[in-house]
């Protein structure tokens, strides 16, 4: 799939994958000055990155594991997705959930971007469902004996 891709920075980067098998393109931080990030402290990093994603398709941003492992610093909202009609800089919302202060350099990885299908629907109003062996069985249901 071809993605239209806008680098807006001198040493511009590409989103690149660490390995042919890896499912993520390494997204990095684009910064005039190292940023420190104290615990629980939450901002929102530049990347230098516009993408034009075709419709049907969102660009899900995910942390780096190595990154939350390490440090403890992921992104502020779990999971973010980028819009097929959003046309701004891509824009990383981390939060250091660790004890220290965490040091982001220009040109760190900070998150890694998925591209995905995805499906418009039409809500089928019911009066009832199928029923199912676990039925309405919550959280733990199904490791209860």
Same mark, same amino acid.
């Given at each position: 799939?071809?993605?239209?891709?806008?680098?807006?920075?001198?040493?511009?980067?590409?989103?690149?994958?660490?390995?042919t098998?890896?499912?993520?393109?390494?997204? !990095?931080?684009?910064l005039?000055?190292?940023a420190v990030?104290?615990?629980?402290?939450? !901002?929102?990093?530049?990347?230098?990155?516009y993408i034009e994603?075709p419709?049907?398709?969102?660009a899900?941003?995910?942390?780096r594991?190595?990154?939350?492992?390490?440090?403890?610093?992921?992104?502020?909202?779990?999971?973010?997705?980028?819009?097929?009609?959003y !046309?701004?800089?891509?824009?990383?919302?981390?939060i250091?959930?660790?004890?220290?202060?965490?040091v982001?350099?220009?040109?760190?990885?900070?998150?890694?971007?998925?591209?995905?299908?995805?499906?418009?629907?039409?809500?089928?109003?019911?009066?009832?469902?199928?029923?199912?062996?676990?039925?309405?069985?919550?959280f733990?249901?199904?490791g209860?004996?």
């Open positions: 799939m071809a993605v239209r891709i806008k680098i807006k920075s001198d040493t511009g980067i590409l989103p690149t994958k660490g390995t098998g890896s499912a993520g393109y390494d997204i !990095r931080a684009r005039d000055e190292d990030l104290k615990p629980f402290e939450r !901002r929102l990093f530049k990347t230098g990155i994603i419709e049907g398709y969102e899900q941003m995910r942390p594991s190595g990154l939350a492992i390490r440090n403890g610093v992921t992104l502020v909202n779990g999971v973010g997705t980028i819009d097929s009609d !046309r701004g800089e891509i824009m990383i919302p981390l250091n959930l660790g004890q220290e202060d965490v982001i350099k220009d040109g760190d990885r900070i998150a890694q971007m998925i591209i995905a299908r995805y499906e418009d629907i039409e809500w089928d109003e019911e009066s009832g469902f199928t029923g199912t062996q676990r039925g309405t069985g919550g733990g249901h199904t209860k004996e």
